[in-house]
């Protein structure tokens, strides 16, 4: 019998444009991080809400800043924090 595939709990009805269904769970994630936590999260603190390393984490969250998605906040405020742009 096969397993039951579990929706992720981050995942829109349908994932921004540009961005594939996983990617939207980053976003969302980071969407949700911001709310909970009054500030961007940082990788550390994505890659722990979904369940992967910091470095998967980091590696996802520049891709999606090249696609214009997100975007680092500037170090002079904090360091490695992210960001939903136009948010």
Known sequence: MAAKR???PFRPKAPPKGATARQSDYIEAVRALTREL??????????????????TALEALRLLETKGL?????KMVSSGQWAVRGE
């Open 6 to 8: 579990v929706r992720s």
């Open 38 to 55: 009054g500030r961007a999260p940082n990788a550390v603190e994505v890659g722990d809400k979904l369940g992967v390393s910091r470095q």
């Open 70 to 74: 997100l975007c680092d906040v500037p």
